[in-house]
């Protein structure tokens, strides 16, 4: 469950001063898979970045399953990042000198869990995410599509009570982007998680429950994707 | 190509400024330590060279014998020669003053009748022109003129008294007037006296004897058939030459001294090269989509080249204008700090001669300028191959640089490894110049060098899980980074390692010299107590005693045997070996001297000419037993046979032991310069000491050391003699560190989105700051480790090649596994500690721009 309410983020460039989010309130039920479009600069990325606890708004609030996150000093915030949410990237953004499986182990190894314990569940999900026996390859050895099946797996490893996904399909083509987007679709369903994907797609916003589009830092349309189509 | 390097290169310098200030600070700091050793040798050598060159003054030609002199009546067949127009004889007499330790006055004794031809005084207080009528300074043996220097460092004034050690004890001077420091004065550091000749041979009990003859050549004649004629005349025990002749054997004589300071002041440079090619690499990885975008708007592959050579002769030049001014400082600083050691082993020196002259100021800016330019070749090559299609690419692989075991590096690093051992067998073009021994040491550093980043590209497995031990996941990915970027990361790795492996160097050869001549003290020389005059050692710096005062000694309760040892400096084959003259029925009795070769000769084989001399004089003029050398003597030139050679440290120039009998009547000198006492009851030895210390303490300015003493002190002046090369070598790591700095700080604005994303899936700040500390520990652990190793191979190359060359002295290695310890301890927490700030950096980074980063 998100509830943003009243969200502002002012950006300082030098002398001036960008809104990027006005007063934008926006509730998310537990299970809904929300898409967020937009243009370049509509303040999508801002919105992300609030709701995946990587930064707080000038003024308004976040709640995430109940926890007000605007508050949170840094660490704690890195701790809450590292418990309840989980992150795909357009870039997959996967450490090159770690394999395939270390990725996914990556943010358990960070909050100190022991590796044998969280390898046999690492493992399942790659092998979910259809990436069985590639455990060992490093991310130069993957594809694209494989680099982000990872990226999902790593994301789903911890648990999380959302997941944030922004433009994961913006760096691959078409077949293999539509292929990623369902793997995240049926993985979500079945945790009952929380999705918010950013995207510039519309037939990848399609696939989610919810289209929310933003304009100038405002929330300019909020629909069921039925509709939208 | 200017308004290239003011849109793009300088726009770059100033945006990082700390990393622009460190690279400047770096090639300052190299260039420094390069002009104040420059500095430092070249007032070394000038402080020889003053006291031949300014005391020779106008002479044509000058005549002297040896350290005892010769008779006056010489000085009458000079003045008689043809072509002599003028000559004048001078006593000169080097006295300790009393109370002040490790000082001592030049004291000329002149005619200065004949004295104005060639050298002119200039007085403070008084007429020096008139002081030929001057009855009482002629007339009295104890009244002197002195330098200003000397009065002022010694608070005198016209008429107040000070005292100096001669051979028969510590006598009264008189001020009789001031100099004004200027022409012969000058000589010794300023530290001089003058007095009239008579009553300097009076007062020093030096007999009528001059040590030195100038004479003034008729031009119409010249030089050439006078010293030819005078040569004939004279005999062989002279030596007749020009003056500036007689500097010729000082660079010889000083080489093996500068050894340690110029390898020191080579490794400072290099490291501060290092540094250079650090930054500009760095510069050229991280600029790659400028350098493409650059080469998409039409700049040439040369043009880049340029722009990155332009950028490094900046930085060299910004580096150089800051350290030259400060190598001044750092000349003088350590001028002060080894100015004892030289002034005991070699000549006085003072640290307000240290001057910069046009050739180290030259020098300097030079090594810096084009140190920096050589250091920035390979990565402004790099650069001008960067294609302009990489200007458009995305998350181009910074820093990434891959490693190849088939790469020109790997070969000629190889190469250079194995050229290394070749290279010593190269003999010194010059006497005791080492080039082979250097070459093989210059190779080592360089093949591992060369080497290195493929020894990194491995490494990532054997410290992934200490790592992972220590550090948690943090130390984990610490260790695949630091395989990562194995170009980059070697270059801090190789800096540190060097200045690691110098440090294990120095002291594997000074520890390895300093236990053998422990040894030799212990096993040679192993009397109760040595008795010496104004210096602690017999060598340079202390005044011979009578020899009488053995006589005396002897006579004292619980002495059992006194050796006479007189240490003889005087010039045999070319080299200034120190004669020692000693009593071979004590020394070879109650020591075990180490003999290479031959055998101790017998009191018959002594009297036919058979001594015994040392293994560096031996292998320096390739003598062994049966060979013959001359040696110049007040009685003629006479000619010795090698009996024995042995282990002997007195002299790095080398040993001839001869017997006192026969010392005595050849040189005519009976004086002693240390009494080695034997004591037959060690419970006894103190009470000894006090005895000897109260009857002849007050007389001589005396120091009468145990055994034990003797060899601390010998130890500290080997140690000492090496300081400043250690101190080099703190430089040379200190600068490491900031390559270590300067590559982390790179280091991390190339991971930033991958520190961002680190963030993003949950790692606090202590894990980014983690990660940063622990590759810096890293790179200290493996710069120490290769840098013991590299130490361990360079030290045996030092200690049995270079040594060997340079001193003649081949002693047994030691590795000294104590320093070598310490050095990897402190390379690694050094590191560690240099890595915080760019840690620290890291781990402020802000999650989103991170993230967006590019």
New interface residues.
């Given amino acids: 469950m998100i509830d943003v309410v009243d969200a502002v983020k002012v950006y300082r460039r030098g002398a001036s001063e960008v809104r990027a989010l006005d007063g934008v309130s926006l509730s998310v039920p537990k299970g809904q898979f929300l898409s967020v479009m937009g243009s370049s600069g509509s303040g999508k990325s801002t919105m992300l970045?609030l709701l995946?606890a990587?930064?707080v708004p000038t003024s308004g609030s976040v709640r995430i399953d109940g926890r007000e996150i605007s508050k949170l000093p840094?660490?704690d915030l890195?701790?809450f990042?590292?418990?309840r949410l989980g992150?795909i990237?357009q870039?997959f953004?996967l450490?090159?000198?770690?394999s395939a499986i270390e990725n996914v182990l990556?943010?358990a190894?960070?909050?100190?869990k022991a590796r044998d314990v969280e390898e046999p569940r690492a493992r399942a999900l790659l092998e979910q995410v259809g990436l069985k026996g590639r455990w060992h390859h490093r991310p130069d050895e993957l594809s694209g599509g494989e680099m982000q099946r990872v990226a999902i797996a790593?994301a789903l490893l911890?648990e999380p009570s959302v997941l944030l996904a922004d433009e994961p399909t913006g760096n691959l083509d078409s077949k293999t982007g539509a292929e990623v987007l369902r793997l995240i679709r049926e993985a979500t369903r079945q945790r009952q998680l929380t999705v918010v994907m950013v995207t510039h797609d519309p037939r990848a916003a399609e696939v989610g429950d919810r289209l929310v589009r933003l304009a100038d830092g405002r929330v300019v349309g909020d629909e069921t994707v039925r509709q939208a189509a | 190509m200017g308004a290239l390097l003011r849109f793009v290169s300088l726009r770059h310098l100033f945006d990082g400024p700390l990393r622009t200030a460190l690279t400047i600070c770096g090639v300052a700091v190299g260039v420094a330590t390069l002009v104040g050793i420059s500095s430092i040798n070249r007032s070394v050598m000038a402080a020889f060279r003053s006291t031949i060159d300014t005391v020779a003054g106008k002479a044509d030609v000058s005549i002297a014998g040896t350290a005892t002199g010769f008779p006056e009546a010489l000085l009458e067949q000079a003045r008689a020669t043809p072509g002599v127009q003028h000559a004048a004889g001078t006593l000169t007499v080097v006295a300790p003053v009393k109370g002040s330790p490790g000082e001592s006055l030049y004291v000329m004794g002149i005619d200065f009748l004949d004295d104005g031809y060639f050298r002119s005084y200039e007085g403070v207080d008084r007429d020096v022109g008139k002081l030929n009528d001057d009855l009482e300074f002629l007339n009295s043996t104890d009244r002197m003129l002195v330098s200003e220097r000397f009065a002022k460092a010694h608070g005198l004034r016209t008429g107040q008294t000070f005292q100096l050690v001669t051979k028969d004890g510590v006598k009264d001077f008189v001020v009789h007037g001031l100099l004004k420091e200027s022409g012969p004065v000058t000589a010794f550091g300023g530290s001089v006296g003058v007095m009239y000749f008579a009553s300097a041979q009076e007062a020093f009990g030096r007999g009528r004897v001059f040590d030195r003859v100038d004479v003034k050549v008729d031009p119409a004649v010249g030089w050439e058939p006078v010293v030819g004629a005078l040569r004939s005349r004279l005999g062989p025990g002279f030596e007749v030459d020009r003056p500036d002749s007689r500097g010729a054997s000082v660079e010889t004589m000083v080489r093996s001294f500068q050894l340690g300071l110029n390898l020191g002041s080579a490794v400072a440079l290099l490291v501060g090269v290092f540094l250079v090619y650090n930054t500009v690499s760095i510069s050229v990885l991280q600029r790659r989509r400028e350098i493409g975008t650059l080469r998409a708007l039409g700049a040439t592959k040369a043009s880049i080249r340029s722009l990155f050579g332009l950028e490094a002769v900046l930085l060299g030049a910004l580096g150089s204008a800051i350290g030259v001014p400060f190598g001044l400082v750092v000349g003088r600083g350590a001028i002060s700090w080894v100015s004892d050691t030289v002034s005991q082993l070699y000549v006085r020196v003072n640290p307000q001669d240290v001057e910069l002259g046009a050739v180290e100021v030259a020098g300097g800016v030079a090594l810096g300028v084009l140190g920096s330019l050589f250091a920035a070749l390979r990565p402004a090559v790099i650069a001008s191959s960067v294609q302009p299609v990489e200007a458009l690419r995305r998350d181009v692989a910074v820093g990434a640089g891959a490693v190849q075991v088939r790469s020109w590096p790997t070969f000629l690093g190889v190469g250079l490894f194995a050229l290394a051992w070749p290279a010593t067998l190269i003999p010194p073009p010059v006497e005791n110049l080492p080039i082979g021994g250097y070459l093989c040491i210059f190779f080592v550093l360089m093949g591992a060098t060369l080497l290195s980043p493929l020894l990194l590209r491995h490494l990532n497995r054997p410290l992934a899980g200490p790592g992972q031990v220590l550090w948690g996941i943090s130390g984990r990915l610490a260790a695949d980074n630091f395989a990562r970027a194995p170009v980059r990361t070697a270059v801090p790795v190789s800096a540190l390692s060097v200045g690691v492996a110098m440090s294990i160097t120095i002291a594997a050869f000074v520890g390895s010299f300093q236990r053998s001549a422990e040894d030799w003290i212990r096993q040679s020389i192993p009397a109760d107590l040595f008795v010496t005059s104004s210096a602690k050692v017999a060598g340079v710096q202390n005044q011979p005693m009578a020899d009488a005062v053995g006589d005396e000694l002897e006579r004292f309760e619980h002495v059992s045997a006194v050796d006479r040892v007189r240490v003889f400096p005087t010039d045999v084959l070319g080299l200034r070996v120190y004669v020692i003259s000693l009593i071979p029925e004590v020394y070879e009795r109650r020591g075990r001297p180490t003999v290479l070769e031959g055998t101790l000769p017998s009191p018959e084989a002594r009297a036919r000419g058979l001594v015994t001399i040392s293994e560096n004089f031996a292998r320096r003029r390739n003598l062994s037993v049966g060979s013959t050398f001359p040696i110049i003597t007040p009685t003629g030139v006479h000619t010795w046979t090698v009996g024995a050679v042995i282990v002997d440290y007195t002299s790095d120039q080398g040993t001839v032991i001869i017997e006192r009998q026969h010392f005595v009547r050849q040189f005519k000198d009976d004086q002693v310069d240390s009494y080695h006492v034997y004591v037959d009851d060690p419970s006894k030895i103190e009470a000894v000491r006090q005895r000897i210390t109260e009857r002849f303490g007050k007389v001589f300015d005396l120091y009468v050391l145990s055994n034990v003493e003797l060899r601390d002190e010998a130890m500290n002046l080997v140690g000492s003699a090496f300081k400043v090369t250690w101190a080099m070598e703190v430089v040379a790591v200190l600068l490491a560190l900031l390559g270590i700095i300067n590559t982390l700080l790179a280091a991390v604005l190339d991971r930033t989105r991958e520190i961002g994303l680190l963030r993003a899936v949950g790692a606090d700040r202590a894990h980014v700051l983690k990660l940063f500390a622990a590759e810096a520990s890293f790179i200290g652990l493996t710069g120490g480790l290769m840098g013991v190793g590299v130490g361990a191979v360079v030290g045996y190359v030092l200690t049995k090649v270079v040594g060997v060359q340079a001193t003649g002295w081949n002693f047994p290695y030691h590795f000294p596994f104590e320093t070598a310890a310490q050095m990897l301890l402190v390379a690694i927490v050094a590191s560690t500690l240099a890595g915080l700030y760019p840690a620290r950096r890291a781990s402020r980074l802000d999650v989103v721009e991170a993230l967006a980063y590019e």
Wanted: proline fraction near 7%; hydrophobic fraction near 35%.
């Fill in positions: 970045n995946g990587l930064d840094d660490d890195s701790r990042r590292r418990e992150f990237f870039f953004n450490l090159p000198t770690l990556l943010p190894l960070l909050s100190g790593r911890g």
